[in-house]
């Protein structure tokens, strides 16, 4: 499974942007998709993720200013961050459990990461 990150930048304070994520290869199933963030100096923690059912779950750093959601026929997530803030500066990696073969234990992937950068 390959997990190809792309949106990242260099935004003002206040501004938005648009991270996307596609998954690729022989996946019979994603049960979750979302995005972690590692920040110089922190541990890499859980920005926002999603169920394939659509049940998601944010920091609550991010509440109300980020949106996920998940194309399943594409197995493309999608992080939608409003109102950022210089604490959201960080690299950005994507994430997903999927499930190869019918029967298969679901295995966790990351794709690379994608910075994003503040300013204040």
């Known amino acids: 499974v390959q997990l190809q990150a792309s949106g990242g930048g260099l935004v003002q304070a206040g501004e938005s942007l648009r991270l996307s994520c596609a998954a690729s290869?022989?996946?019979?199933?994603?049960?979750?998709m979302g995005w972690y963030r590692q920040a110089p100096g922190k541990q890499r923690e859980l920005v926002a993720d999603?169920?394939?059912?659509?049940?998601?779950n944010y920091a609550d750093s991010v509440k109300g200013r980020f949106t996920v959601s998940l194309d399943n026929a594409k197995s493309t997530v999608i992080l939608q961050m409003n109102s950022l803030e210089a604490e959201d500066t960080a690299v950005y990696y994507c994430?997903?459990?999927?499930?190869?073969?019918?029967?298969?234990?679901?295995?966790?992937?990351w794709g690379q990461g994608t910075q994003v950068t503040v300013s204040s």
């Open positions: 290869g022989s996946i019979f199933s994603i049960n979750v």
């Open positions: 999603i169920t394939s059912g659509g049940s998601a």
């Open positions: 994430n997903t459990e999927a499930v190869l073969r019918a029967g298969f234990l679901p295995q966790e992937y």
